[in-house]
Structure formats: structure tokens, C-alpha cells
């Protein structure tokens, strides 16, 4: 009986792990007929518990399961020869891997890279087909915008262009938002929502012309206060609540918009523990001396030994956010909304159903948790002690 029982939960919670799995990395489609499927499973798991041995029930159940599993829709998608699509922050990471990806299923692609002989850059160029275009910009020069997008206009003014991945993104700072300066607030605005916003705008006449689509990659931080990460997060906070925006103006043209929320990645030298403590080093260099004794260089040394040990979890496979965005891109009914990376719906579900003292205690144990800056500790020491 107990082995009948324990055979029925394995086959429930690997049918319910894989159901999971593959709505997460967007291999199946949720419809009103999966969901019918799923309901029937259930009633005959309940009516062959009651008339059959449970072996055989567990059996049938399993056999069920896996007809559900096999039948389900998958998500189709558009062709994509002839299409063109603009993919920006292309030197590493998530928009090499996605220009890559996208140009070996046959779309003329634009990609942005800083540096147009960078190592990545290059990558692209010898593994990439002839159709890729390499264009060199910085999104904090406007000069760079502008020249960009009258090439993009010349170059798909007959052709026209499908979609626009903004990709690149930008952060160099990881300290509380008292210790970051106001010149690095600015920074991430600049890149991550203004240079976003001025792209999508130049662009827009084109993308209401074929009724393309829009992909953004934001961050879980522009939607968490995730300790330390002020800056970026404000800016991702701004880029989403635009994009939101833009996804309900623009659906009377026929324009689709979605925002990527991926987990964390190993992409660039964002995951360099050199190249943080070069920026930990020149934040040190230029706080206030009044700050600085406030907070205490140990205190910065620590949030930095923290978000190193953080960034070891890193995952290597992009594949899932790659997979987002060409959904995005390619999907005749894509998501607003994509969530590629593990651990990320228990922090949503944290974040909007729980205690806000909940999700930062969470926050705080799974992301840094620093020790007390340097003032307070002294002040705690010297708080007289009941007997």
C-alpha cells in the first residue's frame, strides 16, 4: 500500500516538475486545453484510486501524464527570414549570445558593441553570418545614438525592422545608495533608461510600420531593493515602468512589447572580482571624509567580499535569457513578461505576498548582508547595558 502510495506522489511531482520547466523556459504554451488536460488527469487519478490496485492506478495515472506532457502546444513561432532586428550591448554576455542565436536562424541583425574590436566583437564577426552588421556605440554619447539611428533608419527603410532587443545595460557601483555618488546615479540613468528610451523612440515609426516588437532586458532589482544595488536597480525601475507603458500605448499599432526579468548570469566583467575592487578602490577615493568615518572602509570592504562570494553562484548558460528574448521577438502572442533563471518566482512571490520584513531578511541572507556601519557599532558599544 505505502509503495503504491509513494509511486503515485513520485509520478504527480515529476509530472507537476516537468509541466513547470518547460512553462518556465517557455517550451509550452498555458492554454484553457492544457489546463483541461491537467483537470482530467486529476479525475482519473481519483477514479482509478478507488477501483484499481494502486500500482496499476499510479501506472495509468504516469501513462496520462506523459500523453499530457507530449500533446501539449508548444509555443510556435514567427519565420524569420527577412526580418530585421537591432540587438544593443553585444560585446558579451547576453547580447552576444543572442546575436549569435538569432542570426543563425536567419535575421538580418544589427548589434551594438562598445568597442568595435573588441574580443567579442570579434567573436561575432567570424562565427557570425555575413547579414550581421557590427555598429559601434556608446549609449552615453548622444552623437553615437543619433549616428546609429540614421543608419538603422537608412538600412531598413525598404526592408523595415521587426524588432529592437535593448540589452545593454550598465553598473559600477555596489554600496549603499548614502555612499554612492550622485555622478553614478546618473551613469545608470543615462545607459539603462535614457539611452533605452531615446533607441526605442528613434525607432519607433519603424516598429508601427511592420507592427514589430520590442524586447527590453530589465533586472529583478529594478523591482526588489536589493541592499547595495541602488543605482542600477532605480535605473531598471525606470526602464520597466517605461516599457510597461510602452506595451499599452502602442497595442493599438500592433506593436508587442515584452521585459525580460532574468536571474543572475555570468556575463562580461560585470562577474570580475577585479574589476569591482578596482571600483570598490576608487569609491573609497571619493567619499566625503565625514562619510567615509560614518560607514568605515571596513564596511565597504565587507559589502564587497560579499557580492564576490555572491557572484560565484553565477550560472554560465545564458541559453534561458537568449531563449526569452527570441520568444519575445519571434512568438505570434509573446509574453509582457519573461523570468528566465532559477529562484526567481519564490522572490516574486516573496516580494508581493509576504511582509516587506520577510523579503529583505531574505534579500539580506541570500544576496549581502553587511555588518553594522562603523558609527553605529560604536554607538551600540557604548549604549549602557540593563542588569
Known amino acids: 500500500?505505502?509503495?503504491?502510495?509513494?509511486?503515485?506522489?513520485?509520478?504527480?511531482?515529476?509530472?507537476?516538475?516537468?509541466?513547470?520547466?518547460?512553462?518556465?523556459?517557455?517550451?509550452?504554451?498555458?492554454?484553457?486545453?492544457?489546463?483541461?488536460?491537467?483537470?482530467?488527469?486529476?479525475?482519473?487519478?481519483?477514479?482509478?484510486?478507488?477501483?484499481?490496485?494502486?500500482?496499476?492506478s499510479a501506472a495509468l495515472t504516469g501513462t496520462a501524464c506523459w500523453l499530457v506532457l507530449g500533446g501539449a502546444a508548444r509555443l510556435q513561432r514567427l519565420p524569420a527570414a527577412g526580418k530585421a532586428v537591432f540587438v544593443?550591448?553585444?560585446d558579451s554576455?547576453?547580447?552576444?549570445?543572442?546575436?549569435?542565436?538569432?542570426?543563425?536562424?536567419?535575421?538580418?541583425?544589427?548589434?551594438?558593441?562598445?568597442?568595435?574590436?573588441?574580443?567579442?566583437?570579434?567573436e561575432l564577426r567570424q562565427n557570425c553570418s555575413s547579414q550581421l552588421t557590427l555598429l559601434e556605440m556608446d549609449l552615453m554619447k548622444p552623437e553615437d545614438i543619433q549616428k546609429t539611428l540614421n543608419f538603422i533608419k537608412a538600412q531598413t527603410e525598404r526592408t523595415g525592422l521587426w524588432g529592437l532587443v535593448n540589452n545593454a545595460g550598465f553598473n559600477d557601483v555596489v554600496a549603499d545608495a548614502d555612499l554612492i555618488p550622485l555622478h553614478n546615479f546618473r551613469a545608470c540613468m543615462e545607459v539603462n533608461f535614457f539611452g533605452a528610451l531615446e533607441l526605442t523612440k528613434g525607432l519607433l515609426s519603424l516598429l508601427r510600420a511592420s507592427q514589430g516588437r520590442i524586447v527590453t532586458v530589465s533586472s529583478p532589482a529594478g523591482h526588489m531593493p536589493f541592499p547595495c544595488l541602488a543605482a542600477y536597480g532605480t535605473s531598471k525601475a525606470a526602464l520597466s515602468l517605461l516599457m510597461e507603458t510602452f506595451r499599452s500605448e502602442l497595442k493599438s499599432w500592433g506593436v508587442k512589447v515584452s521585459i525580460i526579468y532574468p536571474g543572475y548570469f555570468k556575463t562580461g566583467s560585470t562577474c570580475d572580482p577585479e574589476f569591482w575592487k578596482g571600483k570598490k578602490h576608487q569609491l573609497l577615493a571619493a567619499l566625503p571624509p565625514d562619510l567615509l568615518e560614518d560607514y568605515g572602509e571596513e564596511y565597504i570592504e565587507e559589502i564587497n567580499k560579499e557580492f564576490v562570494i555572491f557572484m560565484k553562484m553565477a550560472v554560465e548558460d545564458v541559453s534561458p535569457v537568449v531563449n526569452s528574448i527570441t520568444e519575445g521577438l519571434l512568438s505570434p502572442q509573446p509574453l509582457a513578461k519573461y523570468y528566465p533563471g532559477r529562484g526567481l518566482w519564490p522572490m516574486y512571490f516573496t516580494h508581493h505576498y509576504l511582509p516587506n520584513t520577510v523579503r529583505d531578511f531574505l534579500l539580506r541572507t541570500f544576496f549581502i548582508k553587511p555588518k553594522l556601519p562603523k558609527a553605529l557599532q560604536l554607538k551600540q558599544s557604548n549604549t549602557p547595558h540593563a542588569d
Not at 549570445?97 to 573588441?118: C, H, P, R
Request: hydrophobic share 50%; net charge positive.
Open 88 to 90: 544593443t550591448g553585444c
Open 93 to 122: 554576455g547576453f547580447g552576444k549570445e543572442t546575436a549569435s542565436y538569432l542570426d543563425s536562424l536567419g535575421l538580418k541583425v544589427y548589434a551594438s558593441v562598445l568597442d568595435i574590436n573588441s574580443p567579442g566583437a570579434q
Open 1 to 56: 500500500m505505502e509503495l503504491g502510495w509513494a509511486c503515485s506522489h513520485s509520478v504527480w511531482l515529476c509530472f507537476l516538475w516537468c509541466l513547470l520547466k518547460k512553462l518556465l523556459r517557455c517550451d509550452l504554451l498555458l492554454t484553457p486545453r492544457l489546463l483541461l488536460h491537467v483537470g482530467l488527469v486529476v479525475l482519473l487519478q481519483a477514479v482509478s484510486h478507488s477501483f484499481l490496485p494502486l500500482p496499476l
